[in-house]
């Protein structure tokens, strides 16, 4: 079982947006700015889309936002397009203890 | 740009050490960064094990701590994971990455990652 909880699956329509969600505690997620997500396709490693809840990485579009509230992170990404398929995992701090603690992953379907 | 590649052994007997490097190019370990191992067990999500500074400094998953040990290589630019007495449930993909500095703990880039299998 996962330290934060992720929908098993999404899914949309192309050109419609979808939003994923990251469940933590006041732990992790809602203790601190340091939410991070992740996309990965088959057989392929995770790339970074999101840091610091909100804050894109050159070369990612802006189609990609991040944000949070409380306890949960979410991921939206509008505008969807067939490439964006892929699963996705959100990582947050959790504490100088447990330190980095990951969701289960959510996979994303374009209709 | 910066890359990770991982090597090592693709297949560990039960019992024994899982040994594997991380080699970095494009970018200097001892310019700063923390840098992380990740794995991956097949049709799973991603579980961190570690990570370390260019100085040495290292923090470990909880559940591992017991079993793992991270060492960074600066003159060779790389770094390496160790986990002792596996079991199948350690059979997974493995992945390094750089990572911020804590708490900032994104992780980017990746390397490609290696599968690791655990059996007799």
């Known amino acids: 079982q996962s330290a934060l909880t992720q929908p098993r699956s999404v899914s949309g329509s192309p050109g419609q947006s979808v939003t994923i969600s990251c469940t933590g505690t006041s732990s992790d997620v809602g203790g601190y700015n340091y939410v991070s997500w992740y996309q990965q396709h088959p057989g392929k490693a995770p790339k970074l889309m999101i840091y610091d809840v909100s804050k894109r990485p050159s070369g990612v579009p802006d189609r990609f936002s991040g944000s949070k509230s409380g306890n949960t992170a979410s991921l939206t990404i509008s505008g969807l397009q067939a490439e964006d398929e892929a699963d996705y995992y959100c990582c947050s701090y959790a504490g100088s203890y447990t330190n980095v603690v990951f969701g289960g992953g959510t996979k994303l379907t374009v209709l | ?120």
């Open chain 2, 1 to 120: 740009q910066v890359q990770l590649q991982e090597s090592g052994p693709g297949l560990v007997k039960p019992s024994e050490t899982l040994s594997l490097t991380c080699a970095v190019s494009g970018y200097s370990i001892s310019s700063g960064y923390y840098w992380g191992w990740i794995r991956q067990p097949p049709g799973k999500g991603l579980e961190w094990i570690g990570s370390i500074y260019h100085s040495g400094s290292t923090y470990y998953n909880p559940s591992l701590k017991s079993r793992v040990t991270i060492s960074v290589d600066t003159s060779k630019n790389q770094f390496s994971l160790k986990l002792s007495s596996v079991t199948a449930a350690d059979t997974a993909v493995y992945y390094c990455a750089r990572q911020g500095i804590n708490p900032h703990n994104w992780f980017d880039p990746w390397g490609q990652g290696t599968l690791v299998t655990v059996s007799s």
